[in-house]
């Protein structure tokens, strides 16, 4: 398994600026995932993190709106630059562990979600 | 692209009784996964299915995956207010890229 930690919580942010959230592992993972869920909605995968490469974007989602950063194998940063209103949502990172000796095919861990509310 | 509806959107039932939720892909899955989230949580992993017309159970939990690997259900037997969430599909056609259903929000009353 894996323990996912993310920071901050939960903020409350002004228009037009921008919050860069952590996400730590506890371990060294295989892949690192950045989804969006809006209030009582389902989950929008936004972004596979790459170690040491440049994040994959879903569509619909650009690197200028959500850089996102990996520097090793335990830890991610996902930016919402530029927020509006819109952006209003909790931002979940997940991960595919690497547990008994290989990589996980299975389930993805996720962390606790940081809740975001622009105003 | 790959759509992966699920119904119903919402369920209440009083305790003790069954609950189904039925997910169906756009598309052929090599494997569907589903995650329950309690309220003001995050999802938690369930189960994984992979093969054709697969059958798993866990406790009262009872998963399906179609013979056409397009289509799942989760039926929960004789309901507890623990079983209280949001279940959500979750398919992938092809690595580890999984693309979530709407979910479904489950409240029990006892």
């Known amino acids: 398994s894996a323990v996912i930690s993310q920071k901050p919580s939960r903020d409350i942010c002004q228009r037009g600026t921008s919050l860069t959230i952590q996400c730590q592992v506890d371990s060294q993972v295989t892949m690192m995932f950045w989804y969006r869920q809006q209030p009582g909605q389902s989950l929008t995968l936004i972004a596979t993190?790459?170690?040491?490469?440049?994040?994959?974007?879903e569509s619909g989602f650009v690197i200028d709106k959500f850089p996102i950063s990996r520097p090793n194998l335990t830890f991610s940063t996902l930016t919402v630059s530029n927020m509006s209103p819109e952006d209003s949502s909790i931002y979940l990172c997940?991960?595919?562990?690497?547990?008994?000796?290989?990589?996980?095919?299975?389930?993805?861990?996720f962390g606790p979600g940081t809740r975001l509310t622009v105003l | 692209g790959q759509q992966v509806m699920q119904i119903p959107q919402y369920q209440h039932v009083q305790e003790g009784e069954d609950f189904t939720t039925y997910c169906n892909s756009s598309?052929?899955?090599?494997?569907i996964q589903w995650y329950k989230q309690r309220p003001g949580g995050h999802p938690v992993f369930l189960i994984q299915l992979v093969k054709s017309g697969e059958v798993k159970k866990q406790k009262r939990l009872t998963f399906q995956f179609g013979e056409a690997k397009k289509n799942s259900s989760l039926h929960i037997t004789a309901t507890q207010t623990t079983d209280v969430g949001t279940y959500f599909c979750a398919g992938s056609e092809y690595g580890n890229k999984l693309v979530f259903g709407a979910g479904t929000i489950l409240r029990v009353k006892s």
């Open positions: 997940s991960v595919l562990p690497y547990s008994s000796g290989r990589y996980s095919t299975e389930e993805q861990f």
């Open positions: 993190a790459n170690q040491g490469s440049e994040a994959t974007y």
């Open positions: 598309t052929t899955l090599s494997n």
